[in-house]
């Protein structure tokens, strides 16, 4: 069965502009939270969207927002972009429910310029 | 979610078991452990998550302690390919939320 998809692999933007990356989950996973990895800080957790609804929230801006949609397909959006938001953005697919797996995509490199 | 504790980083000779510990002394009753990896900057790699049972799998073994507060992962023939940074993980209630720490990064040696 098909893994966890993220698009595009990589983007550069310019500071200021917005930029929208794009997650699509293991199939019958309704669970998708996203992350953001820097050096300096390591990874950290964004936001997570179950059924539609955003259910978590991290300690981001507002800049940084998502949705998801009927099909379990997730987009996240970063307005107004800046320097340090330069990172690899990361997905996590997952069913619900305890105990169960959760699985990573391979990431969107974000470079902001 | 409680946090975790890991050793910065780990060598192994080749063919060797890798044992990797992780604390997390305020786990509660209904957070799973769970492992992962990261290889050069790719998305992180599920291997193996337990509740207070041993487990196994065709990657690797966890052993939680009978009290649930620490655990340690053990890959049974460390291979080149197995230089990674691992990263032990308590998750509960708040599901697909992960609180990653610092990891120990394993450096397998020839």
């Known amino acids: 069965k098909a893994g966890v998809t993220q698009t595009p692999r990589y983007l550069i933007k310019t500071r200021g502009q917005q930029v929208t990356l794009s997650c699509s989950p293991i199939?019958?996973?309704?669970?998708v939270s996203w992350y953001q990895q820097t050096p300096g800080q390591g990874l950290q957790f964004l936001f997570e969207?179950?059924?539609?609804?955003?259910?978590n929230k991290g300690n981001f801006p507002g800049r940084f927002s998502g949705r998801q949609f009927s099909n379990s397909r997730s987009e996240m959006n970063v307005s107004t972009l800046e320097l340090g938001d330069s990172a690899l953005y990361l997905c996590?697919?997952?069913?619900?429910?305890?105990?169960?797996?959760?699985?990573f995509g391979q990431g969107t490199r974000l470079t902001v310029v | 979610d409680a946090k975790t504790t890991q050793p910065p980083s780990m060598d192994c000779a080749e063919g060797r078991a890798a044992n990797l510990p992780c604390n997390h002394s305020?786990?509660?009753?209904?957070?799973?452990v769970y492992w992962y990896r990261q290889i050069h900057s790719q998305g992180p790699q599920y291997i193996i998550h337990?509740?207070?049972n041993n487990e196994t799998n065709e990657m690797a073994s966890l052993i939680i302690t009978e009290d649930r507060k620490s655990s340690t992962l053990i890959l049974p023939h460390a291979t080149l390919r197995d230089t990674a940074v691992y990263y032990c993980?308590?998750?509960?209630?708040?599901?697909?939320?992960?609180?990653f720490g610092s990891g120990t990064k394993l450096n397998v040696k020839p």
């Open positions: 996590a697919s997952s069913s619900d429910g305890l105990g169960t797996e959760a699985f």
């Open positions: 199939s019958g996973h309704r669970s």
């Open positions: 969207y179950f059924s539609e609804t955003q259910r």
């Open positions: 305020t786990i509660s009753g209904n957070e799973y």
């Open positions: 337990g509740l207070k």
């Open positions: 993980i308590v998750r509960g209630y708040n599901f697909n939320k992960f609180y």
